[in-house]
């Protein structure tokens, strides 16, 4: 063994009491990549209630609000650290023309939402109020172009319009509507799922396109884009290799959307009233996420070996039926420990890749697909998924430490092999390290040992997500079923840190 390795060695107790150790070895030595905090991004779009009732309430509304933002929802976002937003879409953006939203808003034209259940859109949350949102937030925003129905000169505009510092006809306009400086934008988008709903367009003739949009896509006063071209879905290999083939460098980022949906007998299934079978057949199809991501980034490495070129994986997460009862076309769905634990077992994967993955976006970040926030009226809940991605921010920015692991394993539906443990470690910029580990075993606990060997660890603290049920969520009337616990079940004890990870729980421990 490597002097300074970590040593965990996980316990997979399986029927009948037999019990398989499983190992992982860390390598701190050998870490070099940092996370970066955008893989934690988020997505709002102008779909179903994300942006209206969920993070924008007007500045009219009795719902407390700074401006029109909804306090419960702001506060709750920066406990996250949000580190970058995409928005207004999705299949949204292809057919969203910016000038629509913005100027006085009795002056601002409605428009229907074709995408999402024909809802009146009335463009009253716009530009200005997406940027105001990312600074008090303290995010990046992510702008995703319309290049499906929009012109070239509207995206060249737009971006002029919130970058531009002054002389030109769109920084002019932008200070008649009330600000004066401009934003900073960094990421944008030239297309979304171009090959779908964004145009259904052929790799070959998007690319031209990209190449066209992207090039009038300026960069005023030394603000620096990062352009990102509309990738693959899921397994569309051809996509990836034609661009890479086609725009090559010409972009920064390539996108990549995988949802983890439609369950083995065909449907989407419902978000709370799942089987055990459904279950595991989750956890199969979220991890098969990493040999997809795996062979994108084998294109990827052909053309662009050095990896400048970054793998955004700008929509990801769980995408069940809507909640009875809910709008047709509003995504509304319930979430619970099992979302968790596909967000767990998602941001494990990610951190895997950072070398090549600088972004993931959740889909979305309130009311809509796999969400942070639920809200009703003036009520707030929290999803287990949130409670994620909040115990998962210490990763945020750390430098991903290098580990092996070799454990039990599950065959599940679909012959996929899922490990019944999953983990990741990084360390911190004040050299604390963090690990995370997720057992999705229903039934049975994991017992770990962690080597402290060339560790100065004395204590260990952490918290755990988990609940009787793995179908147990919150809701308004029950609004902390599924919450962060004090964990005890971790010890240090002649240089082993010994960890009892319970059923279906998630966990992140810090050493001190
Ligand atoms: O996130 C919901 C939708 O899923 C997005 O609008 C689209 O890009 C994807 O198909």
Partial sequence: MKKGWIVVALTAVVPLCAQEVTTMQIRPQEGEQLIRKEIYGQFAEHLGTCIYGGLWVGENSSIPHTNGYRNDVLQALKELKVPVLRWPGGCFADEYH?????GPKANRPKMVNNNWGGTVEDNSFGTHEFLN?????GCEPYISGNVGSGTVEELAEWVEYMTAEQGSPMAKLR??????????????GVGNESWGCGGNMRPEYYSDLYRRYATYCREYNGNRLYKVASGASDY????????MKNVGHRMDGLSLHYYTCVGWTGSKGSATDFSDEDYYWTMGKCLEIEPVIRKH???MDTYDPKKQIGLLVDEWGTWWDEEPGTVSGHLYQQNTLRDALVAALTLNVFHRYADRIR????????NVLQAMILTKGDRMVLTPTYHVFEMYKVHQDALFLPFSLNGAKKVVRHDRIVPLVSATASRDKEGTIHLSLANIDLQQT???EVSLDGLRAKRVGGRVLTAPDVREHNTFDRPNAVVPQTFGGAEIRNGLLQITLPAKSIVTLTLH
């Fill in 175 to 188: 200070k008649e509507n009330g600000r004066e400086q401009p934003w900073k934008v960094k990421y944008i």
């Fill in 297 to 299: 980034i084998a294109i």
């Fill in 446 to 448: 994991q017992t770990v």
């Fill in 98 to 102: 910016w000038r629509d939203g913005i």
């Fill in 359 to 366: 972004m993931a976006n959740i889909a979305q970040i309130a």
């Fill in 133 to 137: 949102l990312c600074e008090l937030l």
């Fill in 236 to 243: 569309d290999y051809g996509w990836t290799e034609t661009l």
